[in-house]
């Protein structure tokens, strides 16, 4: 069964400055997909970037980037010029391309201080 | 366009009661997928559909039922309310498999059985 771990319970940054959260996942299989999720107060889950393990370029969107490692099974979240808006829980998550269930690492919580 | 909607938001259960959370999307999805988020545990798949009137198991299915009776819903049932079950249920849909397209979620209902 495949595993996803995010070892940071809870990272802070300040405004503008970058943070890191990390993933890594354990499974047997090469076609798969990965996900960052971010879930505000709201509770809304909100999705951030998505990477396909075919792909060797890393997935960018605007200040979200990924540093996918295949070989290592790692999977890490960077977060530049980070906004009050950007505190969250974070949510890793696997996903094998033959299958339907998606697969959640426990959360990393980012604050951001002003 | 309301996306996911479920049904209720809060809910307080005793017991051995019984009850249906109601997920319902309006963007002609064919997936729909139950969750449960724990702390610390992310969010783990408890059934899933994969069209009108098909459903299946996911990693946590024990104690609860579900139907699809209509393409845009997707009810959860808990027949007897176990203590255990005290979460948050999130609901999501997506038009094909997860990895392929984006999966929107519902803002969740917390649950507490007492």
Known sequence: ?????????????????????????????????????????????ILVIRQEAYKQQNATENRFSVNFQ???????????????????MYFCAYLHAAGNKLTFGGGTRVLVKP | ??????????????????????????MNHEYMYWYRQDPGMGLRLIHYSVGEGTTAKGEVPDGYNVSRLKK???????????????????????????GSAEAFFGQGTRLTVV
């Open chain 1, 1 to 45: 069964a495949q595993t996803v771990t995010q070892s940071q319970p809870e990272m802070s940054v300040q405004e503008a400055e970058t943070v890191t959260l990390s993933c890594t996942y354990d499974t047997s299989e090469s076609d798969y997909y990965l996900f960052w999720y971010k879930q505000p107060p709201s509770r809304q889950m």
């Open chain 1, 70 to 88: 295949k070989a290592a099974k790692s999977f890490s979240l960077k977060i530049s010029d980070s906004q009050l808006g950007d505190a969250a």
């Open chain 2, 1 to 26: 366009n309301a996306g996911v909607t479920q049904t209720p938001k809060f809910r307080v259960l005793k017991t051995g009661q019984s009850m249906t959370l109601l997920c319902a999307q309006d």
């Open chain 2, 72 to 98: 845009q819903n997707f009810l959860l049932g808990l027949e007897s309310a176990a203590p255990s079950q005290t979460s948050v249920y999130f609901c999501a849909s997506s038009y094909s498999k997860v």
